[in-house]
């Protein structure tokens, strides 16, 4: 197997619907996992009724759309992932998708993808995907166990109060911004947010501004000691 380098991006799929094409049982997994990150996910397949695939909220089914007419609602696409059990009809609407510039996902069919599912590790907002190119999807699982032991699942709201507390950092050096955000995630202060406790965390946050920051004026000085108490 030629090992392909791929580019590890991530897509936005909230805004227009990824496109799932196929017949194959293992579609529904695949089918499930887009919902979980998109709100809308279209699906065409020559099952009917449609519980074939399963019913999952968020999934619309394109009736009246069969596999081999699936073509035309390709191009625009955030990704497609596809699998009709026709190893023909798989590598035309692959040909179409990789023609028309949109990431597609054949299961098990490394040589007609052009886009690769990891195994995720979701700590939103913080999100992690592990990808071995196709080459061992079990190692990749394993991968995944291991740095979800390391995670607490509320490992997301530290990025979330990083963010909000961007403004108090703002006149700092990029350096200095650098060295408090480190000592913050590997210290207290991330304990406390992830106890929920954002008034231990803003205290600890505003100990650490002073310590790295000799402050002449009184004003400022106040109002970063101030800052300890906000939530």
């Known amino acids: 197997m030629r090992t392909r380098r791929l580019f590890?991006?991530?897509i936005a799929v909230d805004e227009t619907p990824p496109l799932v094409i196929g017949n194959a049982p293992q579609l529904d997994a695949k089918i499930r996992l887009l919902c979980k990150f998109a709100p809308l996910v279209e699906v065409v397949?020559?099952?009917?009724?449609?519980a074939g695939l399963g019913r999952h909220a968020g999934v619309r089914y394109l009736a009246g759309v069969s596999c081999d007419q699936a073509h035309d609602l390709i191009a625009g696409r955030p990704i497609v992932i596809l699998d009709t059990c026709d190893a023909a009809l798989n590598a035309t609407l692959s040909a179409a998708a990789k023609?028309?510039?949109?990431p597609v996902n054949v299961p098990d069919t490394n040589a007609l993808c052009s886009a690769y599912l990891g195994a995720i590790v979701d700590r939103a907002p913080v999100l992690i995907a592990i990808s071995t190119s196709g080459a061992a999807p079990v190692l990749g699982q394993r991968l995944r166990a291991r740095i979800e032991s390391m995670l607490p699942d509320g490992f997301g709201r530290v990025a979330s109060y990083l963010h909000r507390r961007r403004p108090w950092?703002?006149?700092l050096t990029p350096a200095r911004r650098r060295a408090i955000q480190h000592q913050l995630v590997d210290g207290?202060?991330?304990d406390h947010v992830l106890a929920h406790d954002m008034a231990g965390a803003d205290r600890h946050l505003a100990a650490m501004m002073l310590s790295l920051i000799h402050i002449s004026e009184p004003t400022r000085q106040a109002e970063?000691?101030?800052?300890?108490g906000g939530g």
């Open 45 to 50: 397949t020559d099952l009917w009724p449609a």
């Open 224 to 228: 970063l000691a101030g800052a300890g």
């Open 188 to 190: 207290p202060a991330a």
């Open 8 to 10: 590890p991006a991530f």
């Open 99 to 102: 023609a028309a510039g949109v």
């Open 169 to 171: 950092l703002r006149h």
